[in-house]
């Protein structure tokens, strides 16, 4: 019959306790189902297996009968970015033989009290008789109405159809009913014009904190974000039990995302543990909160924070969510209970006494043997750290994988394995030092010895330079006395040749005469004979024109007072 119509159980991932059984065109896809039946969130989302894998794009036909998740595409958190970036990523994993998820039978009705009470459809009731059966009708016989998590008024809905979901009973405010079910037009959840409620208070252990930081402080600066799996207690506090870090899509200081996907695995392993362990009485596990970290940045929630948180809170049944911020390096941590009080920097701390009832912690054991057993069969790559939370101690007295003391050993490890690099830097540059140290001193040395060098050529320098001065005073003053020499001697030329003037009008007739008379001559020269000196003077004298003589030391005395000074200079 090609035109039958194929009926599936959608999903919220993040809030269990509402589910819808639907019919769908055979050829549609599962995105497609969701979308026409008002089961889609505002924004990008994807319908996931009970595994995590992103099925949107599978036809209904082969999923007849099965529960799938509806949710948010992926979880971001970050510091840096501006805006909300969701995508279509198609990135699930496949498993080859995935369990078989049992189909609840029970329908849950939360009073206004807080009080649940789960119970078992009869055939053809309606939910209001179901409820009226288990729980009994209020003792003033005030009209109750039994409202789904959108305000629907459903008491007329068949209950067999109903089953895994949960159901809040309140006094029919309206008579006939019927007007809150405009409310919950756009379907069963994620309904995009609801206000946001006053917030619930917050119970976040310690543990929590404390493994995340040891998980956490070996990825140095990179940011990390996880799910925190928690219940709803008598008192309406969220209390936070336990969590998970999945693999990040992305992650930097500033940034840290991971895929909505986690969330189909985390709601898929509540309902295996809500189902399997615990009693009608004990409350239903689910995705309490988002943890993440700021490593070495403080406790705040940025914008893209407080975007993530409200996505997170409104798409969350009753919109209990709460968002915890770890900073493993400087230690700190935040616990924020709404995105208004997060704009505010209005966090809380960790430091919830958590105390759980043995039905509870069959809970909760189960849940984390199913992630365990999740984390085995995908690895450690994609669900790398199982935060046991409060359980810790029970967990690892079981004999569980204990990964808060595998990150311990990891973080020692990676500090011995620093220390040991730091030991050897320290070592290199004390051998620098030592080296540096040791040129510097034969650097000091060779100049002390080229400044002696230098001292003593400047000195010689100088010593020539003197010696050098000496001798030119020397040739100076020799020079002087060779200028005083020589005019004492032109003195005595000038007297010299004075006298001869004065010799020479006597001579003169004696030249004239021999030309007049040849007799008188002979006479003459007889006269010359007689005077034996005056010829010789004659001779020295002419020619009379030369005024100044070369000096021609005559005197044996000038001669030796020019040795006598040449000695000197030598000396
Ligand atoms: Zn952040």
């Known amino acids: 019959m090609q035109n039958t119509m194929i009926p599936l159980t959608v999903a919220n991932t993040l809030d269990q306790t509402t589910k819808q059984r639907i019919e769908a065109k055979p050829n549609q896809t599962?995105?497609?189902?969701?979308?026409?039946?008002?089961?889609?969130?505002?924004?990008?989302f994807d319908v996931y297996d009970q595994l995590g894998k992103?099925?949107?794009g599978n036809n209904v036909a082969n999923h007849r009968d099965a529960t799938v998740y509806v949710g948010v595409a992926k979880v971001a958190g970050g510091a840096l970015r501006g805006g909300f970036d969701l995508d279509d990523d198609d990135d699930g994993w496949d498993l080859d033989d995935p369990a078989p998820l049992v189909k609840p039978r029970e329908v849950t009705f939360i009073l206004q009290n807080g009080e649940r009470h789960a119970a078992q459809p009869n055939p053809n009731e309606l939910l209001i008789q179901t409820y009226e059966r288990v729980v009994g009708?209020?003792?003033?016989?005030?009209?109750?109405?039994?409202?789904?998590?959108?305000?629907?008024?459903?008491?007329?809905?068949?209950?067999p159809d109903m089953v895994g979901r949960s159901f809040r009973v309140g006094l029919r405010q309206f008579p006939g009913g019927g007007s809150r079910s405009k409310i919950g037009k756009r379907g069963a959840f994620f309904s995009s014009g609801r206000q946001t409620v006053q917030p619930f208070p917050a119970k976040v252990p310690k543990e929590i904190i404390d493994q995340t930081t040891a998980f956490t402080q070996p990825r140095g600066r990179l940011e990390m974000g996880g799910l925190l799996i928690g219940h709803v207690d008598h008192e309406g506090n969220n209390v936070v039990v336990c969590g998970f870090f999945p693999r990040q899509d992305e992650a930097s200081s500033g940034y840290c995302e991971f895929s909505g996907s986690f969330n189909a695995i985390a709601s898929a392993a509540c309902d295996f543990a809500n189902e399997r362990a615990g009693g009608p009485h004990t409350p239903s596990l689910r995705i309490i909160g988002w943890i993440h970290t700021h490593p070495d940045i403080g406790i705040f929630l940025s914008g893209i924070d407080i975007n993530t948180f409200g996505i997170l809170r409104r798409a969350s049944f009753e919109q209990r969510s709460v968002a915890v911020v770890v900073d493993p390096l400087r230690e700190q941590h935040g616990v924020y209970i709404s995105e208004k009080?997060?704009?505010?920097?209005?966090?809380?701390?960790?430091e919830a006494k958590v105390e759980l009832s043995e039905d509870l912690e069959a809970r909760y054991h189960k849940f984390l043997n199913r992630m365990r057993a999740l984390q085995n069969k995908m690895g450690k790559e994609e669900l790398p750290f199982i935060l046991p939370g409060v359980l810790y101690q029970q967990r690892r007295a079981m004999g569980d994988v204990d990964d808060v003391m595998e990150a311990k050993l990891q973080a020692l490890d990676k500090l011995h394995r620093q220390s040991v690099k730091d030991a050897e830097t320290i070592r290199n540059l004390e051998q620098r030092i030592k080296a540096m140290e040791v040129s510097q001193i034969s650097a000091k040395s060779s100049l002390e010895k080229l400044n002696t060098k230098l001292e003593k050529e400047v000195r010689s320098l100088q010593t020539k330079l003197g010696l050098e001065a000496k001798k030119v005073r020397t040739l100076e003053q020799r020079n002087e006395i060779f200028r005083d020499k020589f005019l004492a001697q032109d003195k005595k030329l000038a007297e010299f040749e004075e006298k001869v003037r004065a010799l020479l009008p006597r001579l003169v007739p004696i030249f004239v005469k021999p030309s007049d008379e040849s007799a008188t001559s002979n006479s003459s020269n007889r006269n010359l004979g007689e005077k034996s000196s005056s010829p010789e003077i004659?001779?020295?004298?002419?020619?009379?024109?030369?005024?100044?003589?070369?000096?021609q030391p005559t005197s044996s005395n000038e001669s030796d007072d020019v040795q006598t000074i040449d000695e000197k200079i030598e000396k």
Request: hydrophobic share 30%.
């Open 30 to 44: 599962l995105k497609q189902a969701v979308q026409a039946q008002n089961l889609a969130p505002q924004g990008a």
């Open 54 to 56: 992103v099925i949107s």
């Open 137 to 159: 009708r209020p003792r003033d016989g005030s009209p109750m109405e039994i409202y789904d998590n959108g305000g629907a008024v459903v008491s007329s809905r068949s209950a």
């Open 341 to 350: 009080k997060a704009t505010n920097h209005d966090a809380g701390l960790a």
């Open 538 to 551: 004659s001779n020295d004298v002419d020619p009379p024109s030369r005024e100044v003589s070369p000096p």
